[in-house]
């Protein structure tokens, strides 16, 4: 015999052998025969709840993206109806609309500082009369409201025409 051997076990299973080699077969056929209905249920619930915060960050980011889309969109739509708006002397019209391609522009004019006399190139007094005002305007998109904008414009009003002639 050599002197590294060990003696090995027996396989059969004394009643003198101790601690026992495992658990019994019934429980050893049970264990690898499956789930419990406990586990399972479990991992499903585990599951779902990751599924469902999955769904959210999906939803939300797609409320987002359109959000951005329509932001993206609506830029150039505001930049041209800043620009109209702009032209207007809101000392001569206070409210009124106007149609760009298929978006319809409403806006009103407030009185924001009073009118006074305008100052002429060397301090002295010059020809008009200005005011400041708020200009809000809403910008529609068939009956979808695009949104509400603010913007402060001068008005003024030109006294060499309103003075009487000599």
Not at 8 to 18: G, Q
Not at 133 to 138: I, S, W
Not at 143 to 154: D, E, F, I, K, Y
């Amino acid at each position: 015999m050599n002197a590294d051997a060990r003696p090995v076990p027996c396989p059969c299973r004394h009643p003198s052998a101790w601690p026992p080699a495992g658990p019994p077969r019934s429980k050893a056929r049970r264990r690898a025969a499956g789930f419990s209905l406990l586990e399972t249920v479990v991992a499903m619930a585990v599951l779902s709840v990751a599924g469902m915060a999955l769904f959210g960050l999906f939803n939300s980011s797609l409320i987002a993206l359109t959000r951005a889309d329509d932001v993206s969109a609506q830029v150039p739509v505001v930049r041209r109806a800043v620009t109209i708006l702009s032209t207007i002397n809101p000392d001569k019209q206070q409210q009124g609309n106007f149609v760009m391609g298929d978006h319809e522009v409403a806006w009103t004019a407030t009185l924001v500082e009073p009118m006074r006399q305008s100052q002429g190139a060397l301090g002295g007094r010059g020809p008009h009369r200005v005011g400041l005002y708020q200009l809000e305007f809403r910008i529609r998109h068939g009956n979808r409201l695009l949104g509400t904008w603010r913007t402060r414009q001068v008005g003024h009003r030109d006294l060499r025409a309103e003075a009487p002639a000599r």
